[in-house]
């Protein structure tokens, strides 16, 4: 193209600007390539694959080597504090720099606890000791002497180390693979204190406020389900936590226990809403038995593997958080059943984060509250009294005894309940010594801060309020009065708590509030954020859904079909959910003032020409100890043998089974079924432990339609080893197998990165488009029909 009677700079400025156009579109995809390699090159200098290195040797932000363990105000202040007892200081800094030990807890509820820690005594425990790695005799791993029957152990060997040394690749690959299965969690060992202070008992309804990622609500879950012949316990969890992504991390950790008693919330725990349940007919204010009040915190007690802490520290985090954490704390004991236990804990070992929040709740509550003595609940567990005397420093290093000190132009980030009371009655009365605290270098642990409150009865504001609106009575209301409300539910006996009109604050308590008073927190408008949760659609007694179910696995009439639920209002039913009846009533009745990200465990997924068989509906693993009760028909008592061949072959043949096995499915019909091993008590070899598996009977083959990793857990607990050859390519096996072991290979999934065990979840959502509850085997179902 020639530019005729244009100017040269013109020209050459079109020019230039077609040959960048063109030029562009050729280098950005070998610029890509280039960006993608340097990106993996890159990855592998941090992962430690490349020309040697490894984390430790790399670049400052290749890893955390570099960050120096070193907080010259950090020593500073806790020295001044005097939480480390005297001559204990240098010990507690050394432990402080130290790498945190890995500790792993075997889930406690599930029947198949005593056969995962038999073979992990057995086996992995007796392969892994006197090893040498890095120049660091491994140690053999000990039980927590403080958790009950040796279901939680510790060792001396970091997280990089398990994750990194070929000489653990199975040691690393089976804690993955139990992870997944739900039967193992690897937990800081102080994370696992506050659940165990609240003593939870089945029919208890519990609240954690600040749930996320979910270790401590799968504890609460656990306990929940103690007695595994109840299906349905009558209590409930209610995991709450604020940031939207993180409660799909929460969703993650609660699926994998299977529980039908738990729901996950989305919702500011400083203002979380007071919820309502219909008892007889009339509506009554949801109390909670026990609420976790695990609030967020500086972090300081994490310093062991949350590294960058050492460079971020400083006094004013403590400050800005105090306020947040006393206004959650309120709202808890506001929520709390009269009788009812609250265990408030953090992560970091600040006195203002810690007895200072804790003696501004017993200040308020005027005697409704009292910290309990937990002294004798937690045997072998080191811990320090809560201190009754602290100071405030200021991030420029000025200190303060009492609130008189602090010059009003600081009074916006000073406040007064962040110093200890000034009346040594009132401080005597407190029994702030009852508090805990865990120091690392006691017990090489973390440092962590938890105390136990007991409500003895409502809060001074609610038992105020039906005097203030008494008062107000003969007041003629205006067009603009809001109409009177009922007294306050915590007011009257747990058993005839009216509903609670305005669970968000009360204007009238507000407005005649005096200093030194306290009341309820400010009213605030529910916002909804992040992804919008597809509905949650009960079926109804005569839905046409239910029937042919019902007939085909011959359901008990016990069988609550009203706490079967869909995600979709129209169109094909995709998965039916169950939750317990209390849940129901729940989501029933809250609906409109509760976000719910997750309810409910899937019991049956819908097959593609399932109908031609007599049902629609395949029956889901993740549901089947919650359904296994009800059902009364299409069931296959299989043996020990039976299980070795069902989870090693694809489609293995009717003939490949046991002779009763055999003869059992061969009188069955096409379609979905439930495979039954029960333990033999005069065979010690044999698992010890009730297994169902979901599968399905074929023309002339059966199948097992187990999660991958669930197929490792049940294999090992018969004797087979499953593990991953390098680099994740193909699955090997040993041990004693009719057949050669080849399921399908599959990547270990990560190993969680956090305390609680923080994983990456994929899922966006749980409703019928993308639903993070479908287990993966739908696709297989055709597979499994033709043979």
């Known amino acids: 193209m020639k530019l005729v009677g244009t100017p040269i700079s013109l020209a050459r400025a079109l020019n230039i600007k077609r040959r960048s156009f063109f030029g562009q579109a050729v280098l950005s995809a070998a610029e890509m390539g280039r960006r993608n390699r340097n990106r993996q090159k890159n990855q592998q200098d941090r992962d ?170 799968a504890q609460l879950i656990e306990m929940l389900h103690s007695d595994m012949n109840v299906p349905f316990p009558e209590g409930f969890v209610i995991a709450n936590d604020v940031d939207n992504k ?75 958080l105090h306020g947040l954490q006393l206004r959650i704390a309120v709202r808890g004991v506001e929520q709390l059943a009269v009788g009812g236990r609250m265990v408030y804990s953090t992560c970091s070992l600040n006195p203002i984060e810690d007895e200072a929040v804790i003696a501004a709740l017993l200040e308020k509550s005027e005697g409704a509250l009292e910290l309990a003595d937990a002294s004798a609940d937690l045997l072998g567990l080191k811990w320090m009294p809560g201190m009754t005397s602290w100071k405030l420093m200021t991030k420029t290093g000025e200190w303060y005894t009492s609130w008189s000190e602090v010059p009003s132009s600081r009074h916006t980030q000073i406040r007064p309940t962040m110093f200890p009371p000034t009346d040594p009655e009132k401080l005597k009365e407190m029994k702030l010594e009852r508090c805990m605290r865990i120091l690392p270098h006691h017990q090489d642990t973390g440092g962590f801060f938890v105390a136990v409150l007991v409500k003895k009865a409502p809060m001074p504001w609610n038992r105020q309020y039906p005097k203030i609106r008494h008062k107000e009575a003969d007041v003629a209301p205006s067009a603009n009065t809001p109409p009177a409300d009922p007294p306050p539910a915590e007011e009257l006996a747990p058993e005839s708590q009216p509903a609670d009109p305005e669970p968000e604050g009360r204007p009238l308590e507000v407005a005649v509030k005096k200093d030194g008073v306290c009341g309820p927190p400010p009213s605030k408008k529910m916002k909804l954020f992040g992804f919008k949760e597809d509905p949650f659609v009960f079926l109804s007694e005569d839905d046409p ?7 085909f696995y ?50 049956w997924s819908r097959n593609n020409d399932g109908e031609e068989f007599g049902c629609a509906f395949r029956l889901a693993q993740e ?115 009719g057949e050669s072991p080849t399921p399908p290979a599959e990547e270990a999934r990560k190993v969680k990165a956090e305390e609680e065990g923080e994983a990456k979840v994929d899922e966006v959502s749980d409703g019928e488009n993308g639903d993070p509850h479908d287990d993966g085997q739908s696709g297989d179902t055709e597979a499994a029909m033709q043979s």
Request: proline share 6%.
């Open 246 to 320: 993180r409660c799909y991390l929460l969703v993650h950790q609660a699926k994998r226990l299977n529980s039908p008693c738990v729901m996950v919330i989305n919702h500011d725990a400083s203002s979380i809403p007071r919820f309502q349940v219909d008892s007889d007919g009339r509506k009554e204010v949801l109390f909670y038995d026990r609420i976790l009040c695990d609030v967020p915190c500086s972090g300081d007690g994490t310093m062991r593997k949350n590294i960058d802490v050492w460079k971020k520290w400083t006094t004013s985090n403590s400050l800005q």
């Open 545 to 551: 859904v239910f029937a042919p179910i019902q007939a």
């Open 48 to 217: 430690g694959k490349s020309g040697g290195k490894d984390r430790d040797s790399a670049a400052w932000g290749a890893g955390y080597s570099e960050i120096i363990k070193e907080n010259k105000l950090f020593e500073h202040y806790y020295q001044e504090q005097k939480i480390v007892p005297e001559g204990e200081f240098q010990q507690f800094m050394d432990t402080m720099r130290e790498p945190l030990p890995a500790t792993i807890r075997i889930t406690g509820y599930k029947s198949h606890a005593k056969e995962i820690l038999h073979c992990l005594k057995e086996k992995y425990f007796k392969d892994i000791q006197d090893l040498e790695i890095d120049g660091q005799r491994i140690e053999a791993p000990q039980p927590l002497s403080w958790y009950p029957d040796e279901l939680a152990w510790h060792t001396n060997m970091s997280r990089k180390i398990i994750r990194k040394s070929p000489l653990l690749e199975k040691f690393h690959q089976f804690l993955v693979s139990e992870t997944e299965s739900g039967n193992i969690s690897r937990q800081e060992a102080v994370s696992m204190i506050p659940p165990l202070l609240l003593k939870i008992e089945p029919h208890h309804k519990i609240l954690d406020m600040c749930a996320a990622p979910g270790s401590k609500t």
């Open 554 to 603: 011959n359901l008990s009439p016990t069988f609550p079909k009203l706490n079967v639920l869909t995600r979709t209002h129209e169109g094909k039913k995709r998965n039916l959910y169950m939750v317990s009846k209390e849940l129901r009533n729940v989501l029933l009745n809250n609906s409109e003032k509760m976000k719910v990200i997750n309810t409910g465990v899937k019991v």
């Open 623 to 737: 549901g089947i100890y919650t359904l296994f009760p009800y059902i009364g028909a299409r069931v296959v008592d299989i043996s020990v043998e039976d299980i070795k061949v069902l989870l090693t072959q694809e489609n293995p043949f009717l003939s490949k089974l046991e002779s009763e096995a055999q003869a059992q499915a061969k009188k069955l019909t096409m379609g979905s079924i439930v495979l039954r091993y029960q333990p033999d008590a005069q065979n010690p070899g044999v698992p010890q432990c009730p297994i169902e598996l979901c599968g399905w009977r074929g023309k002339a083959s059966i199948r097992a339609f187990v999660p991958k990793n669930e197929r490792f857990h049940y294999l090992r607990m018969v004797g087979v080893e499953m593990f991953l050859g390098k680099q994740g390519k193909g699955a090997r096996g040993s041990g004693e197998a």
